[in-house]
């Protein structure tokens, strides 16, 4: 009976510390979660390679209406950081992968950098709840704001606080 009460006691220590590895979501003023992801060429990208850029992490998906909606901001965003310390990061959770994106941005004319998360896996680590969901990086890899939902990334106040941030 002994044995048995202590190894309930060890049990509960462990899982009250930890023992349990399961990572939690992203929040604001947290460290990124880094990844490594493919890109539409199939090259490598990792988020800490980018630190010194503020970077812009969107999870999206070809098939959501409000991702649609809000690309063509992201675009006109994307166009305006040019030669700052900015990056965007256009995370696909499409489950078509490659193909299902290049066709999507042909059709629409889009030119974004656009990772590929056919799987979930950043996704998932990120907490996400659906899409779009955005995370914005400031350039010590810590998240400062997380925007669920679309919105207007190419709006004046929004470039201005995206270069502010490049300047801290």
């Known amino acids: 009976m002994k044995g048995w009460i202590c190894a309930v ?3 509960a220590l462990c899982v009250g510390s930890g023992c349990n590895k399961r990572e939690e979501a992203a929040v604001e003023g947290s460290p990124a979660p880094d990844f490594t992801l493919k890109d539409l060429a ?3 990208v990792q988020l800490s390679t980018l630190k010194g850029k503020v970077v812009l992490v969107n999870f999206w998906a070809t098939w959501c209406p ?7 901001s992201m675009v006109k965003m994307n166009q305006a950081m040019q030669g700052k310390p900015f990056q965007l990061l256009a995370l696909s959770v499409d489950e078509g992968g490659r193909d299902a994106v290049v066709k999507f941005f042909q059709k629409g004319g889009v030119t974004l950098p656009a990772l590929l998360d056919t799987d979930g896996a950043v996704s998932r680590r990120y907490g996400t709840t659906g899409v779009p969901e955005t995370f914005v990086i400031n350039t010590k890899g810590v998240i400062m704001k997380k925007v669920v939902g679309a919105m207007d990334w190419s709006a004046p106040e929004v470039l201005a606080a995206l270069e502010d941030l490049g300047r801290k």
């Open 9 to 11: 006691v060890l049990l």
């Open 42 to 44: 199939g090259r490598p």
């Open 66 to 72: 409000p991702c649609r909606e809000e690309i063509p």
